[in-house]
Nanobody, 115 residues
Framework: QVQLVESGGGLVQAGGSLRLSCAASGSIFGINTMGWYRQAPGKQRELVATITEGGGTNYADSVKGRFTISRDNAKNTVYLQMNSLKPEDTAVYYC?????????WGQGTQVTVSS
């Protein structure tokens, strides 16, 4: 089993920045892609960004140029730097890790952007 613990969410004004962190622990051998998803009230969970073990990244169009995903394999931690935040970025952000055919989720961290 893999445990994912997110931190760094909070309340920020539009135009501000936040940095999310997600630390993986447990049976972490073989984790390949890690990423962030978000779910706003009344909406489906959606991809924000992913990063492979080798550093390859993928972003949702809505966050390109504003968000940056990074990863520290030595610390088993993935980060999401969020700049130029908009009210529409308000959501619960979930960390995700893939290990072979298994997918793990964190408990989520709330990000609220006020206008």
């Amino acid at each position: 089993q893999v445990q994912l613990v997110e931190s760094g969410g909070g309340l920020v004004q539009a135009g501000g920045s936040l940095r999310l962190s997600c630390a993986a622990s447990g049976s972490i051998f073989g984790i390949n892609t890690m990423g962030w998803y978000r779910q706003a009230p009344g909406k489906q969970r959606e991809l924000v960004a992913t990063i492979t073990e080798g550093g390859g990244t993928n972003y949702a169009d809505s966050v390109k140029g504003r968000f940056t995903i990074s990863r520290d394999n030595a610390k088993n931690t993935v980060y999401l730097q969020m700049n130029s935040l908009k009210p529409e970025d308000t959501a619960v952000y979930y960390c995700n890790a893939r290990q072979g055919l298994r997918t793990y989720w964190g408990q989520g961290t709330q990000v609220t952007v006020s206008s």
